[in-house]
């Protein structure tokens, strides 16, 4: 080879490293940006799982107090009937007693007759 070719080789060889270079200069530069970026995006992403979180534990205690609540509905249904229960009886016996009432004055008033 001549000088020259080896001379023209080593022109095009310099210009592609320079060029090289330069995109990593430019890339380097970047990285200080992108690292900002994801930093704040990081931070933001921290937060949302930390609210999430939050509404998790939120969702949570409404899922006991819904079941407590549901328990409690269950238990006053219960006792709710047994309430209309007690209070048939106690009209029945409440009638039987002026019945008996009824009979026993009726009975006092025929013994002073």
Do not use: W
Request: with cysteine.
């Amino acid at each position: 080879m001549k000088d020259e070719e080896k001379m023209e080789i080593q022109e095009l060889q310099l210009k592609e490293a320079k060029h090289m270079a330069g995109e990593a200069d430019c890339k380097y530069e970047e990285v200080p940006h992108k690292l900002v970026t994801l930093e704040g995006e990081l931070e933001r992403t921290e937060e949302r799982v930390e609210v999430s979180e939050l509404k998790c534990g939120d969702l949570e205690e409404v899922k006991n107090v819904t079941n407590k609540l549901k328990s409690l509905e269950a238990a006053s249904e219960k006792y709710s009937e047994k309430e209309d229960k007690y209070e048939e009886e106690i009209k029945l016996l409440s009638d039987k007693l002026k019945e008996a009432d009824t009979r026993a004055e009726f009975q006092r008033e025929q013994l002073q007759n």
